[in-house]
């Protein structure tokens, strides 16, 4: 499967938007700011990168992004706020906010629903270009 991501740069996270091969929309997502490509602190650098389906301990089933510079271990898997990820993707059905101790964080909904969905698209391994909106 070819995947597309679009995005939008905020202060505090990346938005996103998936798309399938022929343009469906798939789902939201939600990055961590852009922060020079710095590990564990920002989101993925734009471009097209291959990946593959794979199992992760922590995790469950995630797809793996190959070849990011710099960075290694860099997932689409289910997540609802930036404090889920460490340089990570995850998507949710919808966009929102949580109340997490006080403080509302943009967020995703739903994001294992949307998770399910990917990886019953996904294969077991293709492609995923990352663009700005």
């Not at 710095?38 to 593959?52: A, T």
């Not at 706020?81 to 995703?108: E, H, R, W």
């Amino acid at each position: 499967m070819k995947f597309t991501l679009v995005r939008d740069y905020e202060v505090d996270c990346t938005d996103g938007e998936l798309f399938d091969s022929k343009g469906k929309h798939l789902a939201w997502t939600i990055e961590l700011p852009w922060r020079e490509n710095k590990h564990q602190i920002s989101c993925v650098p734009e471009g097209e990168y291959r990946y593959h389906k794979k199992f992760s301990q922590h995790l469950g089933w995630v797809l793996e992004l190959e070849k990011v510079p710099d960075r290694s271990l860099i997932y689409i898997h289910s997540g609802n706020t930036v404090l889920d990820l460490l340089g990570c993707i995850a998507p949710g059905t919808k966009q929102g906010t949580l109340d997490i101790k006080g403080k509302n964080y943009p967020a995703v909904l739903n994001s294992k629903d949307a998770m399910n969905k990917i990886l019953n698209l996904a294969g077991t391994s293709g492609t995923i270009t990352i663009a700005k909106r």
